[in-house]
């Protein structure tokens, strides 16, 4: 028995990481509880899949391109995609580095991203 639904995600959705659900209830009277094959309870709802909202794409693109990849023991793996250099090239200047990643997910633990 299909059961085809269409959700529409507002346009002001914060980026992140989020469960589709389902679950299943009658005009004024409670939901119904879920179970896994076994019998055990799962709640009101059960997870169908997790759905990544994307971040907006950046206002500017890496001048310069890259394809790095860092991998995090058994976890989560980063790609620095590109940089872009703002100010001037000297001694004693100060120079800002902007880098682009992408992550396949999120990490494990907390890290610090570098560059020197």
């Known amino acids: 028995m299909p059961d085809c639904h269409v959700l529409t995600l507002p346009a002001d959705r914060t980026p992140g990481l989020y469960w ?25 709802t059960t997870p169908i899949a997790a759905l990544k909202v994307p971040l907006p794409p ?17 976890g989560v793996t980063l790609r620095l995609l590109g940089y872009t250099l703002q100010g001037e090239l000297a001694p004693g200047a100060a120079v800002q580095v902007r880098l682009f990643w992408q992550s396949d997910g999120p990490a494990q633990r907390a890290y610090t991203l570098f560059c020197t």
């Open 58 to 74: 950046p206002d500017d693109a890496p001048a310069q391109t890259l394809d790095a990849t860092f991998q995090e023991p058994g």
């Open 20 to 44: 589709l659900v389902a679950g299943v209830f009658e005009r004024n009277f409670p939901y119904w509880t879920a179970t896994d094959p076994t019998g055990n309870p799962l709640g009101e």
